[in-house]
């Protein structure tokens, strides 16, 4: 089966300019979560869904970052404007609704000038 | 607060030799442990689970080992190869929290030929 697809793979922007990240999850797979992970850091969750509704969003600073997932299938991660602590790798996973595994996708590289 | 951490950053080891890397956990409410690896440029690729209700766990080549009394998680792995030089992190899943993973800082495994 395929794997969870992110794009872009890789993104440099300047701060205070904005950026979005989208993530195609496995089919079938109910759950969606984002990660960032910073540089020498295990990933930290922002946001996670459950179809199109957010289950978790505790850790998402939402005067800067936001998420949607409309469908229940491909979702987005915008940060608007960025700063320069922004810069790390967001990454995307999801699972099945009865599974325990989560699976990532290849991530995509954010550096903030 | 939420805790889960490695003792060592890095780890070297000589080709054929067997790796310990160790993972110390804060929450005993935790029900479920994932060990992930992470090579450079990719995403975290699930390893090997384990339950809280058991303390041993093996896989191919692989092995987990819980302590529930001092909150210490372990992964070995025997015969040590090239391709097992990557980043290794210990992961609890709360499912009380919607199947949130908190993952630990990681720890950089190297593998000498």
């Known amino acids: 089966e395929a794997g969870v697809a992110q794009s872009p793979r890789y993104k440099i922007i300047e701060k205070r300019q904005s950026v979005a990240f989208w993530c195609n999850p496995i089919s079938g797979h109910a759950t969606l979560y984002w990660y960032q992970q910073i540089l020498g850091q295990g990933p930290k969750l922002l946001i996670q869904f459950q179809n199109n509704g957010v289950v978790d969003d505790s850790q998402l600073p939402k005067d800067r970052f936001s998420a949607e997932r409309l469908k229940g299938v491909d979702s987005t991660l915008k940060i608007q404007p960025a700063k320069l602590e922004d810069s790390a790798v967001y990454l995307c996973?999801?699972?099945?609704?009865?599974?325990?595994?989560?699976?990532f996708g290849p991530g995509t590289r954010l550096t903030v000038l | 607060g939420e805790s889960v951490g490695l003792h060592l950053p890095t780890l070297s080891v000589q080709e054929g030799d067997n790796s310990i890397i160790n993972c110390a956990y804060s929450n005993s409410a935790s029900d479920y442990f994932i060990w992930y690896k992470q090579e450079s440029g990719k995403g975290p690729q699930f390893i090997i689970d384990?339950?809280?209700?058991?303390d041993k766990r093996q896989g191919q080549r692989v092995t987990v080992l819980l302590n529930k009394t001092v909150k210490h998680l372990s992964l070995q792995i025997a015969a040590t190869q090239p391709g097992d030089s990557a980043v290794y992190f210990c992961a609890e899943n709360r499912n009380n929290q919607g199947g949130k993973l908190i993952f630990g800082q990681g720890t950089e495994l190297s593998v000498k030929p």
């Open positions: 384990i339950r809280s209700n058991m």
């Open positions: 996973a999801s699972r099945k609704f009865t599974g325990n595994e989560q699976f």
